[in-house]
């Protein structure tokens, strides 16, 4: 399994990106996939999760109304629209496989190696 992130940067308050993923490896077609995202010395926590066919999407309540997980099966792709950022989304983002665990999301395969989203002035 490869996961490839990229799309992140430095952006300001108030800004916008779009992270993406590329999978390969696995039948990305029959996965949920989900972003998770990490700080400096915290654990990696949920973010966002989309059911293998686009239908049904799951926002952690960090990031609900401003970011949007989507994704396009016939590239091997899931996308991270985040819209409105704020300094405390500087994390690092990671996409992964999910399955639901109780009321979250956990990862399925290993990490890729996440990109770096910066939200400063």
């Known amino acids: 399994v490869q996961l490839v992130e990229s799309g992140g940067g430095l952006v300001q308050p108030g800004g916008s990106l779009r992270l993406s993923c590329r999978a390969s490896?696995?039948?990305?077609?029959?996965?949920?996939m989900g972003w998770f995202r990490q700080a400096p010395g915290k654990e990696r926590e949920f973010g966002a999760a989309?059911?293998?066919?686009?239908?049904?999407?799951v926002y952690a309540d960090s990031v609900k109304g401003r970011f949007t997980i989507s994704r396009d099966n016939g590239f091997n792709k899931v996308y991270l629209q985040m819209n409105s950022l704020k300094p405390e989304d500087t994390d690092v983002y990671f996409c992964?496989?999910?399955?639901?665990?109780?009321?979250?999301?956990?990862?399925?395969?290993?990490w890729g190696k996440g990109t770096v989203v910066t939200v400063s002035s």
């Open positions: 992964n496989g999910v399955r639901k665990r109780g009321r979250t999301y956990v990862d399925k395969y290993a």
């Open positions: 490896g696995f039948t990305f077609s029959s996965d949920d």
């Open positions: 989309i059911t293998w066919n686009g239908e049904k999407t």
